[in-house]
């Protein structure tokens, strides 16, 4: 009997009752090798001692301060280290609690933005199919996630939809990936133009797209053809990077690797590393002196916005990545990985596709290498590896939907940034046993 509402009603769920290093234990003392970071979140493991100390020293100082009538210190600063990081321009943060409540923030922003400029009919987005940016009403209103939308369409906002940049099911056998990226970039604008290029705001996207299709990369160019086309138009880029932001792809902020800088950035999930509920939405210093100029106020926030204990926890994440090196060992162990996925399903006749970036990795399932067919949606292929892996002693973070939302099945992994090479190893060899078993069963089901 529980009284808890759990993601699964009324579905059986392991009891977690503490972390060592990558692995979570359950209340029989049974060990799991956590493959994906709890959604992309937990990044350098469960048990780091100096994030820890870090947030019990700021509760005794001053927990909570609310931001609409004081800063703090810890805000002052990771403001200042964040914007340090960032990309040239990007000079000013805003903290939340989670990347749907910073997605919202960003939203909001870019409107603020154009009402102080004076350009009132700037209201819509776009965004690209399959694409996620959260869970809330806004953030479900600007995605393109269409197994989520389906339920609440009647309360959410309908921004434009453009194809997303996914070259294992769309790039044509005659296009390079620059031609293909600008294909992509042509229908961007042509959307612009159809729509009035006067009434849109923003384009956001993820650099590379998380849970909704499995780590799908961009191809080079594409990035720095979709800043052009939104440059041409005055609208504003929002790169969502909840997921690939804070090293997560190899490099602090994924857009690094692709050559631009956007006028904003939502962090989230790896920034304090699960250990306190914290977000940041990074804005270009244009739109905050516009602001400023403008009512002088920024129209947006919660009571728990700037959250002292979630900057101090996000402070003291900063300082573990970069004192531990963990971006090396993120990018040395992401080489160990696609190695490995390569020697395990090179050959695999149920695996399409290996892709992703740093440690932000992703396996397609089909049915047929050659043509690429999906499994049938209500085999449930992704739930019986999910289910494998749990029993294996593995946490990985399968899903359905894949293709269109309803069609389609992929594995995503997110490893601790501070996996070494031993963990890699039992990884590989509980995932390749995992995705055979479940998927004989989902065959046999």
Known sequence: MTNLIRRFLGGPMPTAVRGEGPYLVDEHGRRYLDAVSGAGVSSLGYDERAIADAVCTQVRELAFVVHAS??????????????RRAPPGLGYAYFGCGGSESIDGALKIARQYFLDIGEPDRRRFVARRQSYHGNSLGGLGAGGNFMRREPFEPLLSTPLHVAPCYAYRDQQPSESAEGYG????????ETFIAAGPHTIAAFIAEPVVAATAGAVPPVSGYFRAVREVCDRHGVLLILDEVFSGVGRTGTFFSCEQDGIVPDMIVLSKSLAAGYQPV???LLHTRIHDAMQR??????????????ATGCAAALATLRVIDERGLLQNVNERSGQIFAGLQDRFRDHPRIGDIRG????IGLELVVDRDTKATFPPERHVWHHILEAGLELGLVCYPMGGT?????GDHILLAPAFTYSGAHVDEMLDKLG????IGIDRALRA
């Open 433 to 436: 046993r995992a995705v055979d």
């Open 70 to 83: 004081f800063t703090s210190r810890p805000a002052e600063a990771l403001a200042q280290e964040l914007v």
């Open 182 to 189: 600008a294909r992509l970039a042509r229908e961007l604008e």
């Open 279 to 281: 977000s940041a939405v």
């Open 294 to 307: 403008g009512r002088g106020y920024l129209n947006h926030g919660h009571t728990y916005s700037g959250h």
């Open 403 to 407: 293709v269109d939302g309803k069609r």
């Open 357 to 360: 970036r740093g440690l932000m």
